[in-house]
């Protein structure tokens, strides 16, 4: 099994709640073929079998959910990680997920990797 160990995955919702946030380079990652919607997934899909990748591992970098304020860097990992598990959930065979972490706020990550 071929494995793209390198690979992103930015559902608006997300890049919205980064931007909202204060994250200023989310639009870099907006048209990237990299979202949520069913046409970008199926363009995914074909890009995967053109290039004998079966799955992908997805991460959130490198708009990461670290922010100085701990509330908002735990609301941004925790919908990350939603997002990517449901993704997951939908597409077992063809995704696999890093976890965020909402750093440097340790209690808070040792917190959102048992959740």
């Known amino acids: 099994m071929r494995i793209d ?13 980064l931007k909202r946030f204060g994250d200023d380079t989310t639009d870099g990652a907006r048209g990237l073929g990299a979202g949520g919607s ?19 591992l997805l991460s ?3 708009q990461l959910p670290s922010f100085e304020d701990r509330t908002s860097a735990i609301e941004g ?11 997951v959930r939908r ?4 995704f696999a ?5 909402p750093l440097p706020h340790m209690e808070a990550a040792l ?5």
């Open 60 to 62: 959130v970098s490198p």
């Open 91 to 94: 597409y077992p065979r063809r």
């Open 5 to 17: 160990v390198h690979a992103h995955y930015f559902p608006d919702e997300y890049l919205d709640l």
């Open 38 to 56: 069913q046409a970008e997934l199926e363009a995914r899909f074909e890009l995967m079998k053109a290039a004998n990748v079966q799955m992908q």
């Open 97 to 101: 997920a890093l976890a965020a972490l």
């Open 77 to 87: 990992a925790r919908m990350a990680n939603n997002l990517y598990a449901d993704l």
């Open 111 to 115: 917190a959102e990797m048992s959740r």
